[in-house]
């Protein structure tokens, strides 16, 4: 059987169904990581968990709105015994969930350069991304006693052998294809092609891709994936298209993408029937000054009052949240 390979578009055959009491759902998912400087270059020493403890407070905010977050977790934290004090608790009453998430300069064994293009740990020789992958893993389920089921690489670094580690891993969902999207100046994935839609990633059926939702708004998105990507190098035209409300690019987050944007992308994606909008953001915006989207305590009031506006929209659009257990489930 080949190697399944995530850097690559799925066909319409690929595309996962559900059973047809599960309707359409919404799934946190958050990049639990530490602390670093985003305008400097990346090192292994210059980081920090401060932040951790402020997931205790993020938990019991989505517990109120019978949320589940998946938290995507990676090296720093697992090893941080904070970690199990933010979360091992919702975790083992089923009011969380955890995934792993590799930020291959941080995360053990290194033997790899420390540079942009290793940054995507899809970049770096199977062995060592395959044992820095193993490694996470296992460490998670020391901490939290339950086996990670969902994967999402750092920076979404895929790479063409991904797939057959997660297999290995026994994880059943990858969450790394950032849909609409491309990193390949950087050495990265280009994701322009890829679907929003679920779909599985072997012709088995073993591995489900669950892509980060993001959608085009306006007259036309039609065809928003022909013409994005020649306005990257245009920044002021696109602005100008966004501002007429002719073009616009939104991602499910909080970071960047104001309230208003993002029920416009909701509404759009129910619309278009996709059974799974995938929302992500940064766990260091939990706390102010940690990355450029929340600076003050003012902006992180903002980022909770963007959560609470968006819940009570799916709410009111009847749309529930759901879990990796309950996709797999339903899938």
């Known amino acids: 059987m080949p190697t399944p390979n995530l850097l690559l578009p799925p066909s319409r055959q690929a595309f996962a169904t559900f059973d047809q009491g599960f309707g359409q759902r919404f799934i946190v ?19 920090g968990t401060a932040t951790v403890p402020a997931l205790r407070h993020f938990q ?20 941080s015994p904070l970690a199990r004090d933010a979360l091992g608790d919702a975790v083992a009453r089923g009011a969380a969930e955890i995934g792993v998430q590799l930020h291959p300069w941080v995360s053990p064994p290194f033997r790899e350069e420390v540079n942009e293009r290793n940054s995507y740990a899809g970049n770096l020789p199977f062995a060592l991304e395959r044992e820095k992958l193993l490694t996470l893993r296992d460490r998670l389920e020391e901490v ?9 690489a750092g920076r979404y670094g895929l790479g063409p052998k991904t797939a057959e580690i997660l297999l290995e891993c026994g994880i059943r969902i990858d969450t790394s294809v950032r849909a609409r999207f491309d990193y390949s100046g950087g050495g990265g994935p280009n994701f322009r092609e890829h679907p929003v839609h679920p779909y599985w990633a072997d012709p088995a059926r073993r591995l489900l891709e669950l892509p ?19 306005l990257w190098r245009a920044p002021s035209l696109r602005g100008a298209l966004a501002r007429a409300g002719l073009l616009e690019r939104i991602p499910l987050t909080p970071e960047g993408v104001t309230a208003e944007e993002a029920l416009r992308g909701v509404d759009i994606a129910l619309d278009e029937g996709l059974p799974v909008l995938v ?47 309950e996709i797999l489930e339903a899938v």
């Open 29 to 47: 998912t958050v990049d639990t990581e530490e602390e670093f400087d985003w305008s400097s270059p990346l090192d292994r020493t210059t980081h």
């Open 60 to 79: 019991q905010f989505c517990e109120g709105f019978g949320v589940v977050p998946t938290y995507l977790i990676d090296w720093p934290v697992a090893v």
């Open 144 to 152: 939290f006693e339950v086996a990670p089921q969902t994967y999402r």
């Open 212 to 230: 980060l939702t993001t959608v085009y708004w306006g007259p036309l998105r039609q065809i928003g994936n022909i013409l994005y990507p020649h």
């Open 279 to 325: 929302f992500s953001f940064h766990s260091p915006s939990l706390a102010p000054g940690h990355t450029p989207y929340v600076r003050s305590a003012a902006d992180l009031d903002t980022l909770y009052a963007w959560w609470s506006r968006l819940f009570t929209h799916l709410m009111m659009r009847g749309v529930k949240p759901t879990t990796a257990k």
